[in-house]
T-cell receptor, first 114, second 113 residues
Framework: DAEITQSPRHKITETGRQVTLACHQT?????MFWYRQDLGHGLRLIHY???????NKGEVSDGYSVSRSNTEDLPLTLESAASSQTSVYFC?????????????FGPGTRLTVL | GENVEQHPSTLSVQEGDSAVIKCTYS??????FPWYKQELGKGPQLIID?????GEKKDQRIAVTLNKTAKHFSLHITETQPEDSAVYFC????????????FGTGTKLQVIP
């Protein structure tokens, strides 16, 4: 069965370190998204991609970067981790098309920055 | 950009009662309104969605209504069961924004047996 996976599921790091969160989907979806989930804020879009070599900034992109070298993967990198980036991170993917479609979410990565 | 407000933030109901969650949106161009359910420790999962060409959609015990004039939409769950306990998110999107959706802040629903 097709799926979307994230790794690691839990990560503790220190302020200033570079961290990369992995996202891998086997749906063959062109569209991929990264969100962070914080209490009182719901899900906020960090970055998104509509295909290989395409990346776009979301509403909370400062301090984060992504790259899309193939259809299956969209890794999220925190260049220099800050305590404000402690959060739960979700990756999602969706079918392409002229209209919005269902997004399929991964299980999440809980990141703690000390 | 789009702003989605969701109420209430928490909701407790007795098993068998109905639950209603309400959302408002700001962008009149929005035309797609999905609802996601998030169980503890998992990612959100789509439970129902509605597009702007319809005013109501129903799927078994779940229904969504849309009032484009007032820019609000609601999720109705009837005959609630303990397995309905979860966090529910509403969202809004428009075709001009392609596949991006803006989420509400979530409602934690507790169904008391």
């Amino acid at each position: 069965d097709a799926e979307i996976t994230q790794s690691p599921r839990h990560k503790i790091t220190e302020t200033g370190r570079q961290v990369t969160l992995a996202c891998h989907q086997t749906w063959n979806h062109n569209n991929m998204f990264w969100y962070r989930q914080d209490l009182g804020h719901g899900l906020r879009l960090i970055h998104y991609s509509y295909g290989v070599q395409d990346t776009n900034k979301g509403e909370v992109s400062d301090g984060y970067s992504v790259s899309r070298s193939n259809t299956e993967d969209l890794p999220l990198t925190l260049e220099s981790a800050a305590s404000s980036q402690t959060s739960v991170y979700f990756c999602a993917s969706s079918d392409p098309g002229p209209h919005p479609n269902e997004q399929f979410f991964g299980p999440g990565t809980r990141l703690t920055v000390l | 950009g789009e702003n989605v407000e969701q109420h209430p933030s928490t909701l407790s109901v007795q098993e068998g009662d109905s639950a209603v969650i309400k959302c408002t949106y700001s962008d009149s161009a929005s035309n797609y309104f999905p609802w996601y359910k998030q169980e503890l420790g998992k990612g959100p999962q789509l439970i129902i969605d509605i597009r702007s060409n319809v005013g109501e959609k129903k799927d078994q015990r779940i229904a969504v209504t849309l009032n484009k004039t007032a820019k609000h939409f609601s999720l109705h769950i009837t005959e609630t069961q303990p397995e309905d306990s979860a966090v529910y998110f509403c969202a809004a999107s428009n075709s001009g924004g392609y596949q991006k959706v803006t989420f509400g802040t979530g409602t934690k629903l507790q169904v008391i047996p």
